[in-house]
């Protein structure tokens, strides 16, 4: 990073994305969830290789077309355009759960409302009374992936802390989030809760575990 | 020579009555048989459940079937769209009943209504508020909930390719819950972007294998989901 | 039928099939077990067409193939050489058996060594103790598809009946069979037991009720 | 670029070990990967548990890795054979285990293991002696007896055409077992008829994708098992 970045207090969203990218070892099978998760496609590092699984039937799936080239058919899980690359495979949605649900993708990366500090995961409803429920996919992705990983910012605009001792919200899994990747830090879901392993820029432990409603751990 | 083929879109739903329930495919705008659910709504069909994975957008297709105030449940997993007010509407006035089920849930039980499983387990909204009252088993040492199999008396599907004995070919993302819901229903409806000749479908390359298919009408030039909206267009 | 077999008593293994596929309406789907059940694909009745199921993973499968044309991995459930017709589909065992078990096939033609008076059917083990057991996908056809017929002799080459009010046989399915052909008459299963449907040339109903090791019901 | 080629089928297979699981595909010889089975015996891996559909014929592939002594229990729906001993002898001096498993129900525990299910119900073998230890359970009036997924630690696997990121495509009835097996191991080592680049297989055509896939190996020339039995070879 340029010198300019030095006054820069926490990551930005590209970075979060970045770092995440770099925990995914190569020839990982992942499925992105919808907004800063997309990101992670970007940051591939140099030397790795990852296929893209999208829920709704593709395999292989590639970054978005080129305007003007849009296939309506040819869609991810959040429904916009994408593009197929060479060794893809379309298939139907009994098949493509049985790849979430089977245990055959490696990592998820999600998004999260809240996180526990066991690793339980709220991110498809605030449980409001006039809610629209609507869950998705993502009960059947944090239920059959490998590995999920969390990018979010560390806390809502509110101020209410997302990494939590236990969710207020509806849970989409229970113990299921291994990793989660902030704007503050890089925090670790442990059988002793959460552990820090990274800062940002111009963060420090105190701040981390003051965002932090629940005990966390120094850096090993 | 078997031929499953039907004329108009008017004539492949014309036997769908009061109180059916229809499976419909598509993943959003991708493999919706926009022009058998509109035939749906020229039929006017009422007190149905469709079982679909959202509930439609704009004002065609699915969501315009819901805004006639002919469905009297919907069975899906995401029933919010940036682009639809008719669901939430409905929902919030009580005049929709709404069953959420997980996506890849949604997608085992109407194959296992296909296949002949009654029920199975999976590890999908353990611990959640989906599961609260549903069965658990822990078997290995994991909990699991008991899931029943979704079936339905008709199918309303869109293929790529069809030939005259109802054998199936899709488009990339658009082939979706198609496949397991022409498995799921007593009657499947079909309507293919082209209908050839039987044996013009390589056996190697079928998705829907025949059996599956009761009937299947040519669209060839679809309305396009998302152009509609675009264009403000509601339908009827 | 000519004059000649006016003293022909009962019906051969072909006229059996041919009776059996009389049965079976136009355009149904028809899965046909090893042996004389193989037959009814001979008589299709004109006018009708079947499509023709085998468990292996083929829709639309048609006769052999001449003398030198066989293919290895073209073969039907018995693992004979066969052909595939204009409009068939290779898929998997697990889409085949949901074919089966889903109950799409609608009618099934099946081999007997005991069908009780209820459509109980024992067809795949005597239950000895030095027998192998072996089930092939008899028991995944009797409990799905949608009519079972069953096409066998009426007694054992030991003078056995095979018809009978409880099987001593170790059972293939309960309550499935709903017809059965042999060689002396087409026996109906009903919620009363058996009844007579037709009779073979040169047989009365005495003789196949004295054959019979259950009550009898005349035809209606 | 992902490459999963290996070069030999003994490389494919080196790292089976003492009492793996493993599902071979295959029914009778169509689709047996006989190349790998044949490695399988030269590597001489013990107390192993097999699933097929079929217990092998003649003196060679399946039959023969029987007839090593190998094979510890075998799981299948068909242990017999016109053409074959090695497994009769077997069994009847008490050698080798064996659990029935009616065709379909192998192929749905099959399925779900690949697919994250560990139990279903199915109305198959109710009333028979296949399902008297087992749970029967009443679901809408009919008895359904509950059967529980099957994984392996390897499947070893024929097809027509693997490109080299690991997409496999079938040749008419060879496919039977293999794709389900693929998706229900650990390690899924496949022998292809022929390896083509990435990207020659067209998306739509792909039968098993490559994430059920772990390693191809080309076998161009294959044995053919009814030939070999004809001619009177055993193997090794």
Not at chain 1, 66 to 94: C, M, R, W
Not at chain 1, 120 to 131: C, F, K, Q, V, Y
Not at chain 2, 100 to 111: D, N, S, W, Y
Request: a negative charge; charged letters at 20%; hydrophobic letters at 40%.
């Amino acid at each position: 990073m340029s010198d300019k970045v030095k006054d820069i207090k926490g990551w930005t969203r590209e970075q979060m994305a970045e770092l995440c990218a770099q925990d995914i070892p190569d020839g990982s099978y992942v499925n992105l969830g919808i907004g800063i998760p997309e990101l992670v496609a970007k940051f591939v590092p140099k030397g790795r290789e990852f296929i893209y699984h999208t829920e709704n039937g593709l395999l292989g799936m590639g970054p978005s077309p080129k305007a003007g080239q849009e296939d309506p058919e040819l869609i991810n899980a959040g429904k916009k355009a994408v593009t197929a690359l060479s060794g893809a495979s379309y298939f139907h949605h009994g098949d493509s759960f049985a790849m979430i649900r089977g245990g055959h993708i490696d990592v998820c990366v999600l998004g999260a409302m809240q996180v526990s500090e066991t690793g339980d995961l709220a991110n498809w409803s605030t449980g409001e009374p006039d809610a629209i429920p609507a869950v998705g996919g993502a009960m059947d992705l944090v239920a059959g992936v490998k590995t999920i990983f969390v990018i979010t910012q560390h806390i809502t605009k509110d101020g209410a802390a997302k990494l939590v001792e236990k969710c207020s919200y509806p849970l989409t899994g229970q113990k299921v989030v291994t990793r989660i990747y902030t704007d503050l830090a890089i925090v670790e879901v442990t059988p002793e809760g959460f552990r820090l392993r990274a800062l940002a820029p111009g963060v420090d432990f105190d701040e981390v575990a003051a965002k932090t409603d629940a005990p966390l751990l120094p850096m090993m | 020579m078997i031929n499953k083929h039907v004329k108009s879109v008017t004539q492949a739903v014309a036997d769908i009555s009061d109180g059916a329930v229809i499976m419909i495919g598509g993943f959003g705008e991708a493999g919706s048989p926009i022009e058998l659910i509109h035939a749906l709504i020229d039929l006017g069909a009422k007190n149905l459940t469709i079982i679909n994975n959202n509930t439609g957008n704009g004002e065609v297709g699915l969501a315009a079937l819901i805004g006639t105030g002919q469905v009297k449940k919907m069975i899906c997993s995401y029933p919010r769209s940036s682009h639809s007010k008719v669901f939430p509407e409905l929902y919030r006035a009580g005049k929709i009943e709404l069953e959420i089920v997980p996506q890849g849930t949604l997608a085992e039980r109407i194959r296992a209504g296909g296949a002949g499983i009654p029920a199975f387990y999976t590890a999908t909204t353990v611990g959640t508020p989906l599961s609260e009252d549903k069965e658990i088993r822990n078997i290995k040492g994991r909990d699991y909930v008991l899931e029943y199999a979704l079936k339905a008396d008709f199918a309303l599907i869109k293929c790529e390719k069809a030939d005259l004995m109802g054998n199936l070919t899709y488009n990339k993302t658009a082939r979706n819950f198609n496949p397991i819901m022409c498995m799921a229903a007593t009657t499947t409806i079909v309507q293919a972007h082209k209908i050839v000749p039987t044996g013009d479908i390589d056996p190697e390359h079928v998705i829907t294998p025949n059996i599956f298919v009761n009937r299947v009408v040519e669209v060839s030039d679809p309305l396009i989901e998302s152009k509609l909206i675009a264009e403000g267009i509601s339908y009827p």
